[in-house]
Structure formats: structure tokens, C-alpha cells
């Protein structure tokens, strides 16, 4: 069930149109760039579209106007299938990891940003429900990278907002022990906190 839905939701995003798909991201960065979590927020993890994903670029830019530090994910480095964060500039050099995905070159000696010392991480999804489950690619990366946050009982940084097209809300989605909730997700709609 969960693979099919995922896939059929992967396929319905492919499918808008590059003109869709910029409105789309327009009306749901608006959102965002006035919302009080990324007005308060200086450390923000973004990252880069792929597989028809929401496009963050323009609020990448809004963010370096206002002298946020803005950070990329980057799989695999000393833990294998967790990700770290690393600066990103406008001067930042990209090359595609194993998934296609662009992330900043980096070296093994380079110094990572640790993920609890972001402020606000804007996570792609499949698709999410209205009690803060989400479905990603099936990776499982932002689950394994954030699973600290299960021990915690009162600081809960980073802040954990889900981007997605309207049409990904689903009814209900099954929650599994490692899975880790989002706080909001934003559509093209509405910013919605749980």
C-alpha cells in the first residue's frame, strides 16, 4: 500500500509542468518567507529539487538577503546512511551524489554542521497527514538523522517543516517506531503547524 501510494504521488508530481511547478513553488515560498519560523530561524537546512520536488531556490536567496546561514544536506559521510549539513553560498560548488541529487563538494577533513545546532529543517515529502506523519522516498535518512530527538523531552530543535504540493495530503498514514513526525508542512496553500 505505502509503495503504491508512493508511487502514484511521485508520478502526479513528475507530471506538472515546469510553469506548474514554478507557480506552485511561488505561492507555497510566500508562505514561508513570512511565516514566524523562518523569520526567527538563522541556521536553515534546505534542499535542492529533485523528482518533481517543490523548488526552494527563491527562498534560498530571500534567506541569504537576510543573512541567514543556509545549509544543504549531504548523505553519507562517517555514518553511511545519515546526512549531514554543509554551508551553502551562492559560491558553493554542486556535483550529483549517488541519487542524482545535487549536494556541495566536500572533503573528508571539512568541518559538518551538527543537525541539532540548526534552528529550522525544510524536509521534501511524498506525502503527509494531518497529525504530522510523513512519507519520504523511502530512504529513511531524515528519520535516522533526526532519531536523537526521540530521547529528548523538552528541546526539540530543529524546527522540522515538510514542503509539499496540496494534492500530497493523504487521510492517514501509517506511523512506524522510528518514524520522526514534522511540526508543519507548507503547500502552495496554507502553512499548517500541528
Known amino acids: 500500500m505505502n ?7 511521485r508520478n502526479q508530481r513528475r507530471s506538472l509542468s515546469v510553469d506548474q511547478r514554478r507557480e506552485l513553488s511561488t505561492q507555497l515560498v510566500q508562505h514561508l518567507a513570512h511565516s514566524k519560523v523562518f523569520q526567527k530561524s538563522r541556521h536553515i537546512a534546505f534542499y535542492l529539487p529533485n523528482d ?5 531556490q527563491s527562498l534560498i ?5 537576510h543573512k541567514k546561514y543556509c545549509y544543504l ?4 559521510l562517517k555514518h553511511g ?3 549531514w549539513f554543509l554551508p551553502y553560498t551562492p559560491g558553493t560548488r554542486l556535483y550529483k551524489n549517488r541519487f542524482g541529487i545535487k549536494e556541495p563538494v566536500h572533503s573528508r577533513h571539512q568541518r559538518l554542521f551538527k543537525t541539532q545546532s540548526l534552528d529550522l529543517i525544510l524536509m521534501p515529502l511524498v506525502a503527509f497527514d494531518h497529525e504530522g506523519n510523513r512519507m519520504g522516498m523511502g530512504g529513511g535518512y531524515y528519520d535516522r538523522t533526526l532519531a536523537y530527538l526521540q530521547q529528548r523531552k523538552i528541546w526539540h530543535k530543529p524546527h522540522r517543516i515538510g514542503t509539499a504540493y ?3 495530503r493523504v487521510e492517514k498514514l501509517t506511523s512506524r517506531s522510528w518514524d520522526i513526525p514534522i511540526e508543519g508542512v507548507v503547500t502552495e496553500k496554507m502553512l499548517q503547524i500541528f
Not at 536567496?61 to 538577503?65: C, G, T, V, Y
Not at 544536506?73 to 553519507?76: E, I, K, N, Q, T
Open 52 to 56: 518533481g520536488e517543490i523548488d526552494l
Open 73 to 76: 544536506p549531504v548523505l553519507g
Open 81 to 83: 546512511r545519515a546526512l
Open 61 to 65: 536567496k530571500i534567506a541569504w538577503r
Open 3 to 9: 509503495q503504491q501510494l508512493r508511487q502514484q504521488i
Open 166 to 168: 496540496e494534492f500530497q
